[in-house]
């Protein structure tokens, strides 16, 4: 909370705001997936989204980083704040983050490269 120990929200609260939990935005995310654990250090352009209770977020373009722990990178850290809400303000089991390696491609002409190669 910008270094602070909190102290401030009492006063707040004492001067009749109510609080909304704060909860950590803008962060990487921890994911369960192994394949990202080996792909630690790999940084690609990508295209991200959340899809949380089956909800699909509009997806965001940028860098993605894979790393120790799962996903990093701008694209990553643009839809990690609603993620973050979803899990600690709201405790939602159902949340996922859905990431296309191949932003640059539609369907077909993947399907027509993975044929060719």
């Known amino acids: 909370m910008l270094g602070s120990d909190g102290s401030i929200l ?23 997936d192994h394949l ?3 792909l630690q250090g790999q940084r690609i352009s990508a295209a991200a989204c959340s899809v949380i209770d089956g909800n699909k977020s509009p997806a965001v ?18 839809i990690s704040e609603e993620i973050s809400i979803a899990i600690n303000r709201y405790h939602k089991k159902d949340v996922f983050i859905s990431v296309d390696l191949v932003p640059f491609m539609d369907k077909e002409q993947l399907k027509n490269r993975l044929t060719k190669e």
């Open 61 to 78: 373009k940028g860098e993605l980083l894979f790393t120790k722990y799962g996903l990093s990178g701008t694209c990553v850290l643009d």
């Open 36 to 38: 990202c654990h080996y």
């Open 10 to 32: 009492d006063i707040v609260k004492r001067m009749g705001h109510k609080i909304i939990e704060p909860v950590p935005c803008a962060v990487p995310l921890i994911v369960k």
